[in-house]
């Protein structure tokens, strides 16, 4: 089967990786498919069903990072798994800044409402190290990330206090 074929199959045709990626990690969590594996890596997604893996890369400028605070409830993760990870916090909302280390400039400042699963996705720059910071009803934290090629992708250890 095509990818493109493997695709349209699960839902995904006409769309690149940028597409499946923000469709999927907004899709609601009832909806979600369950014979469909999908994972982001720095530099690619891999979708899996039964009988097949498809890999579709990212834009080279462009990395995904998935983020997924808490106040008490977390779950170790490092490649974001847009099927299957949840998040203690769906569909609250959040006010976000990301940082870059280097420059001090801001990438994102915005307020956001989470997705069904807990998460809130963002394009950052690729090869970037940066710090996020999020508020929520009072309750704060920060952590510091990086896109490089060996990096995470879900970031589920920024606790809120």
């Known amino acids: ?37 999908a994972s982001v890596y720095p530099d690619e997604v891999v979708l899996a069903g039964e009988a097949q ?18 106040v008490s409830t977390t779950h170790d993760c490092f490649y974001h798994s847009l099927t299957t990870c949840r998040g203690e916090l769906a569909n609250e909302k959040l006010d976000v800044q990301i940082t870059d280390s280097a420059t001090g400039d801001r990438v994102i400042d915005d307020q956001v409402t989470t997705f069904d699963n807990g998460f809130a996705g963002f394009w950052v720059p690729s090869d970037f ?25 879900c970031i589920t250890d920024l606790r809120l206090s």
Request: charged fraction near 30%; charge should be negative.
């Open 1 to 37: 089967m095509s990818t493109e074929e493997f695709l349209s199959e699960h839902g995904l045709g006409g769309m690149d990786a940028v597409e499946v990626i923000d469709h999927l990690d907004q899709q609601a969590v009832d909806d979600r498919p369950s014979d469909l594996m």
């Open 53 to 70: 893996e498809v890999t579709l890369d990212l834009p080279e400028e462009k990395s995904y990072v998935s983020i997924a605070p808490y």
């Open 129 to 153: 190290e940066g710090t996020i910071d999020i508020t929520h009803e009072g309750k704060s934290g920060s952590v510091g990330f990086s896109t490089a090629e060996d990096a995470a992708t």
